[in-house]
Nanobody
């Protein structure tokens, strides 16, 4: 069973940038699509970006639109989230997730999740 492992979180100054990674553990990894979510203390989880794994098409959601982007390395089975101009409201635990068929993907029903990586933005 595939396992997703996030990394790259930590303490970052406001205005800075970071790159989060999400690595798949299995030898073969072929999701239909993947996504990054985040959850701040006391708030609901929110989606920040989506990627079609096959064609690489990406969509960034409102919380980070214009400041964030996704990329992937198919051979290394890694999904990246790039965030610029970090703000205090970006402080959250960031999770990656995978959907393995079109129905789940378009229904936002991600069936495999990582354990999360903490991002803290300091003033």
């Amino acid at each position: 069973q595939v396992r997703l492992v996030e990394s790259g979180g930590g303490l970052v100054q406001a205005g800075g940038s970071l790159r989060l990674s999400c690595a798949a553990s299995t030898r073969t990894f072929n999701p239909y699509g993947m996504s990054w979510f985040r959850q701040a203390p006391g708030k609901e989880r929110e989606q920040v970006g989506v990627i079609d794994w096959t064609n690489g098409g990406t969509w960034m959601l409102d919380p980070v639109r214009g400041r964030g982007s996704l990329s992937r390395n198919i051979d290394e089975k890694i999904l990246y989230l790039h965030l610029n101009d970090l703000r205090s409201e970006d402080t959250a635990v960031y999770y990656c997730a995978a959907a393995f068929n079109a129905e789940d993907y378009y229904s936002r029903r991600y069936t495999t999740w990582g354990q999360g990586t903490q991002v803290t933005v300091s003033p």
